[in-house]
């Protein structure tokens, strides 16, 4: 009675060199400092806190003290969205950039830019910010949650959303390990080139087919 079709990627996603997405960044008034992507609107099922906790772990360790946050979404609907935007603006504090709502056509730039994406939610119905970012080689770190870790597959790190522990741990090793990071990237690529919205397209017409 069910068929499972995945979501696909759009060909826009792809690795790109400094200097095709600095330019972008630098728009935003972005600098050259490393950092770690949030992509999703701010409210509590995406669960930024946790992530800005596991990169103010990793910076209290005396590793990477230039390392900084830069989320892409914009406040959710309601008090609990608003009261969480104010826990992650006060966690956050000088780490934090917020980009607020950023195009898809310039996605691919802080994807490409970045050094790992932390994708920690508590719930998604798919999690397409996981197979863009795969997709424009950059390591992922995401949650254990409902259909995450069937979008990640072996291409990327799962953890409890709420170990903010091994999150830092998994974060770490994406960064500072250079041969994972190389292995993540060719994986991530392999995995999202799985998930196009031709293949989409052909599973949903025969789906339809099946039931003529």
Not at 103 to 132: C, I, K, R
Not at 174 to 180: H, K, Y
Request: aromatic fraction near 8%; hydrophobic fraction near 40%; charge should be neutral.
């Amino acid at each position: 009675k069910i068929t499972v079709i995945h979501f696909g990627v759009d060909p826009s996603f792809r690795p790109m060199k400094p200097e095709e997405f600095l330019p972008t960044l630098e728009r935003y008034g972005l600098d050259n400092r490393p950092y770690v992507l949030l992509v999703g609107r701010i409210e509590h099922r995406k669960n930024h806190i946790t992530a800005i906790q596991a990169v103010r772990r990793l910076k209290s360790q005396g590793r990477l003290k230039d390392l900084r946050v830069v989320l892409c979404g914009h406040v959710g609907h309601g008090a609990e969205a608003a009261a969480t935007a104010r826990q992650v603006q006060e966690l956050g504090g000088d780490d934090l950039t917020l980009a607020s709502y950023v195009p898809p056509g310039d996605m691919p730039a802080f994807y490409s830019g970045a050094q790992a994406l932390l994708f920690p939610s508590y719930y998604e119905g798919f999690g397409l910010p996981v197979l863009e970012a795969q997709a424009c080689g950059l390591p992922v770190v995401a949650s254990t949650a409902s259909s995450l870790p069937e979008v990640v597959g072996d291409a990327g790190y799962c953890v409890e959303p709420d170990d903010a522990e091994a999150m830092t741990e998994r974060l770490r090793l994406c960064i500072e390990d250079s041969a994972l990071r190389a292995d993540l990237r060719a994986a991530g690529l392999a995995r999202a080139a799985q998930f196009t919205w031709d293949r989409s397209a052909r599973r949903t017409a025969d789906a339809y087919r099946s039931l003529l």
